[in-house]
């Protein structure tokens, strides 16, 4: 089956511009996050969906940063007006459920000039 | 603040030997520890994971062992092949859960033929 996709895998924009990139989800699984690898940095925790509880959004950092999951499924992060220090791979993992297993995408790489 | 760190950036190890890893922490509220590994332009992949009602988990040729005095867990690799060769990061969770995970900046493991 397949697993994980991010759309674009690589995305370079101009300073001030909006971005979104997209996650499709393993089929099936309830649980939807997404992270981000500035240089040098661990994966940091920005936002979590699960199921049709409200999102916790409580790791994403400024206003301009959002993200909606539609019928329960592909998820977009949209960050607005992007900022050089936005630059990082963004990476999505699903799960089924909670307490299971997070598999990830291969990231999209987004580059702001 | 890194709650999760992983001091070594890079290790090489010979073929057949041992490969040990190693990730500390700060929050004491972290109960479940995992071990990832990433391939360059790949998403991470789960490898193992331990909870901290537990000292040491096996599977195969890993082992993950948790010192939760010292708030350290290191991950063994024995033996040693070049399939090994990736980045590790180290991930840590709140309530035995597998959600909002917060990871090391990773370990580059480079097996030596």
């Known amino acids: 089956g397949a697993g994980v996709s991010q759309s674009p895998s690589n995305k370079v924009t101009e300073k001030g511009k909006d971005v979104e990139l997209r996650c499709d989800p393993i089929s099936g699984h309830t649980a939807l996050y997404w992270y981000r690898q500035s240089l040098g940095q661990g994966l940091e925790f920005l936002i979590y969906?699960?199921?049709?509880?409200?999102?916790?959004k409580s790791g994403l950092p400024s206003d301009r940063f959002s993200a909606e999951r539609t019928g329960g499924s592909v998820s977009t992060l949209t960050i607005q007006r992007t900022q050089q220090e936005d630059s990082a791979v963004y990476l999505c993992?699903?799960?089924?459920?909670?307490?299971?297993?997070?598999?990830f995408g291969p990231g999209t790489r987004l580059t702001v000039l | 603040d890194q709650q999760v760190k992983q001091n070594s950036p890079s290790l090489s190890v010979q073929e057949g030997r041992i490969s040990i890893l190693n990730c500390d922490y700060t929050n004491s509220m972290f109960d479940y520890f995992l071990w990832y590994k990433k391939y360059p332009a790949e998403g991470p992949t789960f490898l193992i994971s331990?909870?901290?009602?537990?000292d040491k988990n096996e599977d195969g040729r890993f082992t993950v062992f948790l010192n939760k005095s010292a708030k350290h867990l290191s991950l063994h690799i024995v033996p040693s092949q070049p399939g090994d060769s990736a980045v590790y990061f180290c991930?840590?969770?709140?309530?035995?859960?597998?959600?909002?995970?917060?990871f090391g900046t990773g370990t580059r493991l480079t097996i030596i033929p």
């Open positions: 993992a699903s799960s089924f459920g909670t307490y299971n297993e997070q598999f």
């Open positions: 331990i909870s901290s009602i537990k």
């Open positions: 991930a840590a969770s709140p309530n035995f859960g597998n959600e909002k995970l917060t």
């Open positions: 969906f699960q199921g049709n509880s409200a999102p916790d």
